[in-house]
């Protein structure tokens, strides 16, 4: 069976996991044991590193706001296991400020730098700001140059309904994106026919009602777990990454996704 990367938007690891999480749940209370250990026992550990214990992938987010220096990523890479796998955010200089166009330089820059993750650089995640609508020509300069510069599987998240259209959905067939299945769903996702030509499915869960904010059901993550475990029977690459951080619950929600994932 393909492999499943698990994880959330940034490695912040809380002191403990909230009393009412617990309560609901108690098959995080193993979990909740683990982060006192962690505690009590391992202080010269860094938080990615105790990050890492727990889940198989992160999702960089910092790479939106900031450059990162190689040395940083390098860093990084050797902090994790083995398995472990990032997914680093493309800068929103060359997503949100340029919007895609004119910046070979800026995209260059990013993919040296991330670079020296390795072996250990899973995906880079393009996340397109909600009034970026498709412009064929534009899109596709920027995706071919993309794919020149890297073999990296590529996850889009775009959010205007334009990018579900059949000419979009064609380009990102053609150079083997992934579309990410995200929550809540952009408009004009649910009509969408997803590309199949990508090795990579890419969920990215934001929360819902409250974006960043709201936890996630039992019902919902039970739900979840089946349709990942079918991707993977698929033969795809699937990543989960939990994205409702505002509030601590993309941990928890993560935990507990694992759970059900080891006694599925």
Known sequence: MASLYLGCAGWSVPRQLPDQAVEEFPVLLPFQQQLQHQQQAEHDKSHLQRYAELFSA??????FYRSHM?????????????????????PRTVTHLLRLANCDHELNSFVKEVAHLREKLGCLLIQLPPSLQFEPRVAGRFIAGLRQQTDAPLALEPRHPTWFGPDALELIQKYRLALVQADPQPPGFRDAELPDASPLVYHRLHGSPDMYYSAYSSDYLDDLQKTLAEQQRQGKQVWCIFDNTAQGAA???ALLLASFQAHR
């Open 70 to 90: 190689p040395a940083t990523y390098e860093r990084w890479r050797l902090s994790v296991p083995a398995g472990f796998r990032f997914s680093v955010k493309l």
């Open 251 to 253: 941990f928890w929600n």
């Open 58 to 63: 992160v999702e960089i987010n910092t790479s």
